[in-house]
T-cell receptor, first 115, second 113 residues
Framework: QQQVKQSPQSLIVQKGGIPIINCAYE??????FPWYQQFPGKGPALLIA?????SEKKEGRFTISFNKSAKQFSLHIMDSQPGDSATYFC??????????????FGTGTLLAVQP | EAGVAQSPRYKIIEKRQSVAFWCNPI?????LYWYQQILGQGPKLLIQ????????DSQLPKDRFSAERLKGVDSTLKIQPAKLEDSAVYLC???????????FGPGTRLTVL
C-alpha cells in the first residue's frame, strides 16, 4: 500500500516530442504528488507537484494529469529538449504540510531526448 | 541561498568497516531527511528529524545504521559495520516549516567492496 509504481523504466524521444511518464498508487491517504528531476551526480529537484483536488496542473512545459478515481497520475513534457534528458521520479506523500510529511518515490524513468 | 551540503561526495570502503556521512541543511530548515538511493531505484527514506528529534526511523536498519542531529542543525549518518548491499547514494534533504518541498543535497556515493 505504500508503493508508488512508475512506468516506463526508460524513454527515448526526439526533440519536440511529448514524453509521458505514468505513476499509480494504492494508498488513498496520499494527498500530495510531486515530480522530481534528477541529473547525474546531483540530488533530485522538485519539478512540479499536484494535490488530489485538481485534475491537471501546468507549469511551463511540464503538466501533471491526475485521475483520483483511478489512483493514477502522469507527467507530460511539452516540446521536449535535449536539456530535459534526466531521470524523473514521481512521489507521493500521506501528510501534506504536516510534521511527519515524508515522500514515497517511484522507481524512476530515464528520459533521453535526442536532438 | 546556499543549498544542502553533504560530504564526502564519494567513499569507498571494505565490508565490515565503518563510515560516516555529514549533512548541513539549508539554514532555518527544521526538518531533515536521510534517504538511501540504490542504483536504478528511487530514494528510500531512512530517517526523518524535526529539529533534533526523530520523527520517523521505521526503515532505518538500526543494527548497523545510526543517525544524529544533536543541535538541530547539521546531521551525521553512520554505518557500522558496512555490508556489500549498503552500496548506494546517500541523500540528505531538508524542508522549511509546513512547506512540502524537500531540497536535496548532491549525495554521497558509497561503494562497499
Amino acid at each position: 500500500q505504500q508503493q508508488v509504481k512508475q512506468s516506463p523504466q526508460s524513454l527515448i524521444v526526439q526533440k519536440g516530442g511529448i514524453p509521458i511518464i505514468n505513476c499509480a498508487y494504492e494508498n488513498t491517504a496520499f494527498d500530495y504528488f510531486p515530480w522530481y528531476q534528477q541529473f547525474p551526480g546531483k540530488g533530485p529537484a522538485l519539478l512540479i507537484a499536484i494535490r488530489p483536488d485538481v485534475s491537471e496542473k501546468k507549469e511551463g512545459r511540464f503538466t501533471i494529469s491526475f485521475n483520483k478515481s483511478a489512483k493514477q497520475f502522469s507527467l507530460h513534457i511539452m516540446d521536449s529538449q535535449p536539456g530535459d534528458s534526466a531521470t524523473y521520479f514521481c512521489a507521493a506523500s500521506p501528510n501534506y504540510g504536516g510534521a511527519t510529511n515524508k515522500l514515497i518515490f517511484g522507481t524512476g524513468t530515464l528520459l533521453a531526448v535526442q536532438p | 541561498e546556499a543549498g544542502v551540503a553533504q560530504s564526502p561526495r564519494y567513499k569507498i570502503i571494505e565490508k565490515r568497516q565503518s563510515v560516516a556521512f555529514w549533512c548541513n541543511p539549508i539554514s532555518g530548515h527544521a526538518t531533515l531527511y536521510w534517504y538511501q538511493q540504490i542504483l536504478g531505484q528511487g530514494p528510500k527514506l531512512l530517517i526523518q528529524f524535526q529539529n533534533n528529534g526523530v520523527v520517523d526511523d521505521s526503515q532505518l536498519p538500526k543494527d548497523r545504521f545510526s543517525a544524529e542531529r544533536l543541535k538541530g542543525v547539521d546531521s551525521t549518518l553512520k554505518i557500522q559495520p558496512a555490508k556489500l548491499e549498503d552500496s548506494a547514494v546517500y541523500l540528505c534533504a531538508s524542508r522549511e516549516g509546513q512547506n512540502n518541498e524537500q531540497f536535496f543535497g548532491p549525495g554521497t556515493r558509497l561503494t562497499v567492496l
